[in-house]
Nanobody, 114 residues
């Protein structure tokens, strides 16, 4: 059983920064991919950023140049550094991991005020 525990969400003004963390219960090398989705009220869940075990990194167009996904292998932790935040970034952010099945964290709320 895989557990993903997110932290780092909160309330920030537009233009500010937050860093989300996702701690996995096992080595992140065991996953084919890891990343972050977000879901705003009334909208579909959207892939924000992900990296694969092969080294491919993806960013949604809406966050390119502002968000950075990173990982600390020793800590089995994935991060999402979010800079220049906009009100439209407001959403619940979910960490996920692929290993045959998809595993999800519980989500962390990010609210950006204008």
């Amino acid at each position: 059983q895989v557990q993903l525990v997110e932290s780092g969400g909160g309330l920030v003004q537009a233009g500010g920064s937050l860093r989300l963390s996702c701690a996995a219960s096992r080595s992140i090398f065991s996953f084919n991919a890891m990343g972050w989705y977000r879901q705003a009220p009334g909208k579909q869940r959207q892939l924000v950023a992900r990296f694969t075990s092969g080294g491919t990194i993806y960013y949604a167009d809406s966050v390119k140049g502002r968000f950075t996904i990173a990982r600390d292998n020793a800590k089995n932790t994935v991060y999402l550094q979010m800079n220049s935040l906009k009100p439209e970034d407001t959403a619940a952010y979910y960490c996920y991991a692929e290993a045959g099945l998809n595993y999800w964290g519980q989500g962390t709320q990010v609210t950006v005020s204008s």
